[in-house]
Structures are given as structure tokens and as C-alpha cells.
Nanobody
Framework: QVHVVESGGGLVQAGGSLRLSCVAS????????MGWFRQAPGKEREFVAS????????YYADPMKGRFTISRDNAKNTVYLQMNSLKPEDTAVYYC????????????WGQGTQVTVSS
């Protein structure tokens, strides 16, 4: 069983920064691609960023490129999302997710952490 828990959300003014953390408690020895998603009120969930198990491959949605950085520390089973130059449009619940290499979809999801960016 894999448990995914996000933290680090909060309230920040536009232009500010936040760093989200995601701890994945793995009861198996499988390797995962990790990703961040977000969902604003009344809006569907959207992809934010992802990182391969080795950390060598990253992807970002266009609105996040140049502002957000995803990284991971496998020794700590932790993934980070550094968010800079935050905009009110970034306000959402941010979710961390894990994808097994044997599947095409993310299998495990955290409970989400709220990020609120004021004008």
C-alpha cells in the first residue's frame, strides 16, 4: 500500500513563493513517477508537473513553465514543488500523485493541500 501526503500549502500574496512537499510512504519497493495536479473551485483537475523516478525527466504544464520547479529526494521518499511568482489564478487545491511504471495513469493520490494566492 502506498500513502501519499501533501503539505506546505497556505496563503500568499501574488508574486510570492511557496514550496509544497509530498511524502510517499511505500510499503513496496516499486519505483514511481510522481506528479502534481491542482483543482480550483468549479474547475476540473489539471496537470501541473511530473518527475521521473530518477529525477532526470520533468514535465510542466505551459502555465507553470518558468515559475514552478518539481524535484525529488528518493532517500526521503519526498517530492517537492517550488512555486514562484504565484498568481491569483494559481489558487487551488494541489494534489500529489504517484504512477507505477507498469501503468499509464497515476494510481495513488494524496488528500490535497490548499494554496491561496491573494491579489
Amino acid at each position: 500500500q502506498v500513502h501519499v501526503v501533501e503539505s506546505g500549502g497556505g496563503l500568499v500574496q501574488a508574486g510570492g513563493s511557496l514550496r509544497l512537499s509530498c511524502v510517499a510512504s511505500e510499503r513496496t519497493f516499486r519505483r514511481f513517477t510522481m506528479g502534481w495536479f491542482r483543482q480550483a473551485p468549479g474547475k476540473e483537475r489539471e496537470f501541473v508537473a511530473s518527475i521521473s523516478w530518477s529525477g532526470g525527466t520533468t514535465y510542466y504544464a505551459d502555465p507553470m513553465k518558468g515559475r514552478f520547479t518539481i524535484s525529488r529526494d528518493n532517500a526521503k521518499n519526498t517530492v517537492y514543488l517550488q512555486m514562484n511568482s504565484l498568481k491569483p489564478e494559481d489558487t487551488a487545491v494541489y494534489y500529489c500523485a504517484a504512477k507505477e511504471i507498469t501503468t499509464m495513469a497515476f494510481n495513488y493520490w494524496g488528500q490535497g493541500t490548499q494554496v491561496t494566492v491573494s491579489s
